[in-house]
């Protein structure tokens, strides 16, 4: 299907960087994954692996998005900082800081697409819904007990 938007660059544009972070959100978190130690080690290696196989989901159905109007989807992953940082707070912090990241750039692909394009809409409105849920995880491991 052939995607007849005025605006059909700036669309595939958003979707492709939408997949390099989601590319990246793989990388980061299997690194996460290999970095943590500790006492509760097991379940935080297995969240940060089950983020890792969702970020890969989600860089899928970017790139599928992108496939399913005719156009090339991005080899490129969004950057990647090592902050040499490796306790649970500083991983769950810079996780934190991927998460808006994407949510982000959904919002923004909702933006250019809201009242273009319900398939798009509504992909962008379920992806926001996942990266605003992971936000809200992210932030309860951060609190402290009281």
Do not use: C
Not at 74 to 81: G, P, Q, R, W
């Amino acid at each position: 299907m052939e995607l007849q938007l005025e605006n059909k660059q700036e669309i595939i544009d958003q979707l492709n960087k939408i997949l390099e972070l989601e590319m990246s959100g793989v990388v980061r978190y299997t690194h996460y994954s290999l970095m943590i130690i500790g006492h509760n080690r097991i379940p935080i290696v297995s969240w940060m692996q089950s983020q890792a196989k969702e970020s890969l989901t989600h860089a899928t159905a970017a790139g599928e998005m992108i496939t399913h109007f005719g156009e090339h989807p991005s080899l490129k992953i969004a950057d990647l900082t090592e902050t040499y940082q490796h306790n649970i707070n500083d991983i769950l912090i810079e996780s934190l800081g991927h998460e808006k990241k994407a949510v982000s750039a959904y919002y923004e692909l909702l933006k250019l697409v809201n009242g273009k394009s319900i398939m798009l809409e509504e992909y962008a409105r379920k992806l926001i819904v996942e990266e605003e849920t992971h936000i809200g995880e992210v932030k309860k491991m951060l609190r402290k007990p009281t």
